[in-house]
DNA sequence: GTCTATAATAAGATAGAC
DNA sequence: GTCTATCTTATTATAGAC
């Protein structure tokens, strides 16, 4: 792994814990164990590098997402296994968390992947839902845009009520929930 | 209105706008028209000052809360009523956006608020679907603690898609799918 | 490419006058 | 109670040596 690499993945780490606002370019440089002039020669600034990582973690976070929405199974498998695939809850989803950092929303550019990310998911959990109410797994009124909408909220409130509660309770609950909401309402 | 009072109003702005991390005292005092000496003399620093402006802001939000999960009408009127609420949706959840950051998670004394209203609010909501489904509104197989973790997680996710996005539709959504789904479990 | 030195500005808190 | 210095440390970036 080269410097830039370095750098870049000491920045995802920070962002997911401290967020653009909190993570300063000389906490990146000393994680990655690198100098100033390594940081600016590679990056224009602490908004690139941020920009690098942003995109980085994006791109992982739908490879992912993608490999479990399109596994073999019913809808409803292929949901159950994303949302209670293994995550380190409390840690927060490090694309989520960036939407309540001022900087970030202020800028269109640093914007862009988080939206791109959310609307991407939305989609494709839609179209699993449409596959599901084709199937007869689920209720066949039920609006795909708008189920798909519910569950990935699930997913990103379940964040924000394990973290305030300190504990993953909430968010296995908030799954449960949705889970069982969707499972009710096959006919 | 008080200089004490004014600097808690100032400070619960900023951290509904930037957070605790990007909230400094400089702010705060510029936003309230006083100096240094004022802050210091009323609180003993930035965190105290922010815990003061944490716990109104929770207080609040759990009144408004409370008058809408109790107000006359069914069990799903009463969860659309609070769900549909006008909102400034893409400023965020005053509270909920604390979850994201670091400094506010890792003291104990400025997480407990957070966590008191989110507990709260999840039992008033599990109370609420509980009588929905003594009246047969709700299945009665659902479990009344993991669907009002999924309500209020809805919401919560509900303002992390907006953000995203930077359009309120995302939230509308999934306010609309997790409405459609409890209703539509209603046997 | 990477390093250290330097610099201007801000963060967060203290001291002491009034 | 409130004000204006003052202080220490961090932030973000630039300069120039190697």
New binding site residues.
């Given amino acids: 792994m ?3 690499d370095r750098l870049i993945e000491s920045t995802r780490e920070l962002l997911w814990e401290r967020g653009y606002v909190g ?5 990146i440089l000393q994680r990655a ?6 940081m ?3 990056f224009s ?3 690139d590098l941020a920009l690098a990582a942003v995109r980085r973690t994006v791109e992982q976070m739908r490879m992912t997402a993608d490999a479990l929405l399109s596994a073999p199974g019913t809808a409803l498998e292929r949901i159950t296994g994303y949302l209670r695939r293994e995550r380190d809850v409390l840690r927060g989803c490090p694309v989520g968390r960036l939407t309540m950092d001022p900087d970030i929303i202020a800028s269109p550019e640093l914007r862009a992947p988080l939206d791109e990310l959310f609307d991407w998911l939305r989609r494709r959990l839609a179209e699993v839902v449409a596959e599901g109410q084709s199937r007869g797994e689920f209720n066949a009124a039920l609006d795909p845009a708008a189920t798909a909408a519910t569950i990935a909220a699930t997913l990103q409130g379940g964040y924000v009520l394990a973290r305030a509660a300190d504990s993953v309770r909430p968010f296995e609950q908030a799954v449960t929930g949705v889970l069982a909401l969707l499972a009710s309402a096959n006919h």
């Fill in positions: 080269d410097t830039a993570t300063s370019p000389k906490a164990g690198a100098g100033q002039g390594s600016y020669h590679h600034g602490k908004s």
